[in-house]
């Protein structure tokens, strides 16, 4: 079974999608060391999105939800150490 073929637009309002689960255009590019212009030009179509640049970021989102996995654990695991607090 072929996978469906995704438009140059949708690819780029995904890859915009993905750099908003970042934060924004400031942490992405932090995130991944390219220049916040170059993003922007990728997300308005000024520049392709290439199958490089689309990697990189399915392996920042990877590391991210292991980085949001152990955060979440770390609560939880404050909340059973704690007594009842009702802040």
């Given amino acids: 079974m072929m996978a469906a073929a ?8 995904h890859f ?22 170059a993003i922007r030009r990728f997300i308005n179509g000024e520049r392709p999105l290439g199958a490089g640049l689309l990697e990189e970021t399915a392996k920042a989102l990877r ?5 949001a996995t152990a955060a979440e654990e770390q ?8 007594p009842d607090d009702p802040s």
């Fill in 16 to 37: 915009a999608y993905c750099v908003q689960l970042f934060g924004g255009t400031t942490a992405f590019s932090r995130r991944l060391g390219i220049d916040e212009r």
């Fill in 75 to 82: 609560i939880v695991a404050m909340l059973k150490s704690e």
């Fill in 63 to 67: 590391l991210l939800v292991a980085e």
């Fill in 6 to 13: 995704f438009s140059t637009d949708e690819r780029r309002e």
